[in-house]
């Protein structure tokens, strides 16, 4: 399909941060927004920066018309993260074993 994850690195810390990227949902074959930081590295905004970034390059480079996210729902960083993006709140789905909230976009 063209796309996978990414490094998230900073330049000041001169390490990996975490990852950001797409993949393809089994369950549906939705392509999936996903990312993930070390713990040290929340609340930074690193996040969002990244996950932005992902997003702007599956709708203008890749050309998709939709994506998805998943969240715990209880984790409110990642929910604000995807309203910030502004993903919409799509329901609750088992996602991995695990009951998430789903988030489209556009």
């Known amino acids: 399909m063209g796309f996978?994850?990414?490094?998230?690195?900073?330049h000041e810390h001169s390490e990996i941060l975490g990852e950001a990227?797409?993949?393809?949902?089994?369950?549906?074959?939705?392509v999936e927004l996903g990312y993930m930081l070390?713990?040290?590295?929340?609340?930074?905004?690193?996040?969002?920066?990244?996950?932005r970034a992902v997003m702007t390059h599956a709708f203008t480079?890749?050309?998709?018309?939709?994506?998805?996210?998943?969240?715990?729902?209880?984790?409110r960083a990642s929910i604000h993260v995807l309203d910030k993006l502004g993903m919409r709140p799509a329901g609750r789905v088992i996602h991995r074993g695990h009951?998430?909230?789903k988030f489209e976009a556009p």
């Not at 480079?61 to 984790?75: F, G, T």
Request: no cysteine; glycine share 10%; proline share 6%.
């Open 61 to 75: 480079v890749l050309e998709l018309s939709h994506l998805s996210a998943m969240a715990r729902p209880d984790n």
């Open 38 to 51: 070390r713990r040290p590295f929340w609340g930074h905004g690193f996040a969002t920066e990244a996950a």
């Open 21 to 30: 990227g797409l993949t393809t949902l089994p369950e549906s074959g939705e």
């Open 99 to 101: 009951e998430m909230a």
């Open 4 to 10: 996978g994850d990414w490094a998230i690195v900073s």
